[in-house]
């Protein structure tokens, strides 16, 4: 009897000994299994960066759309006559559009800031909307478009800046309102106050316009700023419009481009072929241009 027994407890003894080897062994399985890696955070650049930067007169929104990382940027600007260029606003919402499928197009260390619509007033006269729009919302009554170019003052915003400011312009042969100071209007201000809060000065700022077809330099009192001169060339040849180096059809004063070029910040004018047309790809192409340009100035 005493050895049944004894045999027994060495069975069970082996028994658990099995059974505590065991549960080590299965414990370690699990406590040496690798854990999955977490999920790289990775930055969507496709989604711009938002800013309200003013009001118009009318109260409506002045807006940036800022893609791509850096304080080295380019600005593009639409519709700073309003509704009378709107084709000039749809092409900027284009390349917005362009640039969320495609935010590889911008150098790693640039960014693109756009103002698609820099007199929402003139292009809601002409259209009776704010924001985005489409070509049958426009009006086709030649006086209301024509209105559209001004903002709600009856300001010609492309004369309200501050180089050579006179009360007033001209327009082809007209004698236009330029405000009753230089950045007298809400959208003046807010284009300037956005550009000197800048950490860094613009690379460049581009206007789009219509309808000369072609691609016109910027200057105030110190002449041509040379990398103005540049990326007219750039722009022009790449979309094939006509470079001008001194816009001499009428005197211009207050325009946007000539206070760029008084602060010493390259500022060209790309005026497209007619009122009704984006020509995207010759504009894409001009855009290419610029930034293959300035990536190249960045390496150097």
């Known amino acids: 009897m005493g050895l049944l027994l004894t045999k027994r407890n060495a069975v069970l003894t082996v028994v658990v000994i ?48 800022t893609y791509g990382q850096g304080d080295r940027r380019l600005i593009f600007a639409g519709g700073i006559h309003g509704g009378y260029e709107w084709n000039s606003v749809l092409l900027a919402y284009t390349f917005m559009d362009y640039l969320s499928a495609n935010p590889d197009l911008i150098p790693k260390n640039m960014a693109i800031t756009i103002i698609p619509s820099a007199n929402p007033d003139g292009v809601y006269r002409v259209t009776g909307k704010d924001g985005r729009f489409t070509i049958t919302d426009i009006s086709t009554n030649e006086q209301t478009l024509e209105a559209g170019r001004f903002n709600a003052d009856k300001v010609d915003l492309n004369r309200n800046f501050g180089c050579k400011w006179q009360s007033k312009s001209t327009w082809r042969n007209a004698i236009v309102n330029a405000g009753s100071k230089a950045f007298s209007e809400p959208e003046t201000v807010a284009i300037r106050d956005f550009v000197l809060r800048l950490k860094q000065k613009p690379l460049g700022v581009i206007f789009w316009h219509s309808q000369a077809g072609e691609v016109d330099a910027s200057e105030c009192e110190s002449g041509i700023l040379p990398t103005t001169l540049d990326i007219m060339n750039a722009y022009a040849e790449a979309a094939g419009y006509k470079p001008v180096k001194s816009f001499d059809n009428y005197s211009i004063t207050g325009d946007a481009e000539g206070w760029l070029a008084s602060i010493a910040v390259p500022a060209i004018t790309v005026e497209l072929s007619t009122h009704r047309d984006i020509e995207w790809e010759k504009n894409l ?3 290419k241009a610029l930034l293959t340009y300035f990536d190249k100035e960045t390496r150097r």
């Open 18 to 65: 099995a059974l505590f080897a065991s549960l080590l062994i299965f414990s370690g399985l699990f406590k040496k299994a690798p854990l999955p890696p977490p999920p790289p955070v990775v930055s969507d650049n496709s989604k711009p960066q938002y800013a309200i930067i003013g009001r118009s007169v009318e109260g409506r929104k002045i807006e940036t759309f």
């Open 285 to 287: 192409a001009g855009v």
